[in-house]
């Protein structure tokens, strides 16, 4: 098997063909759509979700899986953003470090019922979400931080852009090229990326070869809550409100982008070229939907759809390796 037939057959291969094939439909139905501002705008909305999406990933790779990361992402946003009022601080740096931490604590407490217990990870990260959603709005509050009580600091960093032939490019778009690469070293060049792969291949046979099953637990589980945390206070600077019942759906939204670009629901499978594609994917379907003024509902059932048949594409590809 040659190179390039080894290429078109790696599901990444085949999202960016699709990806390729609905852009130029859509730009011939839609000429607008090639303008800069539009596919400015488009990638712009990507930053989020691929960052949320990334976390998700590492998760899947090991065999396991999250929905408890959207109720880390508003918690951390929200109690920064208070404590940034509170304090009258006005810097990004710490906030974001703060976020990031609150995330961090978030995701190893999901990770110690996980290996500590044994438990399913659905079950604990389902639970996990809905006693921080919980907490927040019982004990935090429920009123949404409008922009007249955001922090200016915070605003001028979501909203700093470059200028690229008159058009405006968000540099938050830079961060998320960034995450990506640094995901993309510690998965493919590290010893820690190798054991999430090895303990999401077969999690006994990685324990009998020397992995730490226990710390690639940790790590997967603290890793998703920490990117969690940064995304979620990266939206709020993106759109200047600090929401405690934002993030509500994304859990589908991510793990259907996570698994059309090709990621495993079996885990030992998946990449960030990959993930970037089925966010790119995803989001460009949306959009659409949108354009053509389609109501949400329906784009609820597009999504649920995404996820079935990306699915069944996955588990058909993974049997069909064993034979």
Known sequence: MTAVSKLLRRSE???????????????????????????????????VIGIMALSVLTVMISGGIDVSF???????????VIAMNAAGYQGVVLPFIGATLIGLVCGLANAFFIHTFRMIPLIVTLGSASVVR????????????????????????????????????SLMIFIYIGIALLMWLFLTRTMAGR???????DAESAKRVGFNTRRTVYLVYGLAG????????????MIW???????????????AAVVLGG????????????????????????????????????QGVVVGCVIVIATALTAWRDRKALV
């Open 13 to 47: 291969a085949a999202v960016l063909a699709i990806l390729i094939v609905v852009m130029i439909v859509i730009g011939v139905i839609n000429p607008a759509f090639w303008q800069a501002d539009n596919l400015f705008n488009l990638l712009r909305a990507n930053v």
């Open 70 to 80: 959207p109720a880390f992402a508003v918690a951390a946003m929200y109690l920064t």
């Open 134 to 169: 919980g907490l927040l709005l019982g004990l935090v509050g429920t009123s949404i931080i409008n922009i007249d009580r955001m922090p200016p600091s915070l605003i001028a960093f979501g909203s700093s852009t470059v200028d690229i032939g008159g058009s405006k490019l």
């Open 195 to 201: 054991a999430v792969f090895a303990y999401g291949d």
């Open 226 to 237: 920490a990117l969690a945390g940064f995304a979620g206070l990266l939206h709020s600077s």
């Open 241 to 255: 409100l600090a929401n405690p019942r934002d993030f509500v759906g994304y859990e589908l939204d991510v793990i």
């Open 263 to 298: 990621a495993s629901i079996f885990g030992g499978r998946g990449s960030v070229f990959g993930t970037i594609l089925g966010v790119f994917m995803l989001t460009l379907i949306k959009n659409s939907l949108i354009i053509m003024r389609i109501d949400n509902t329906w």
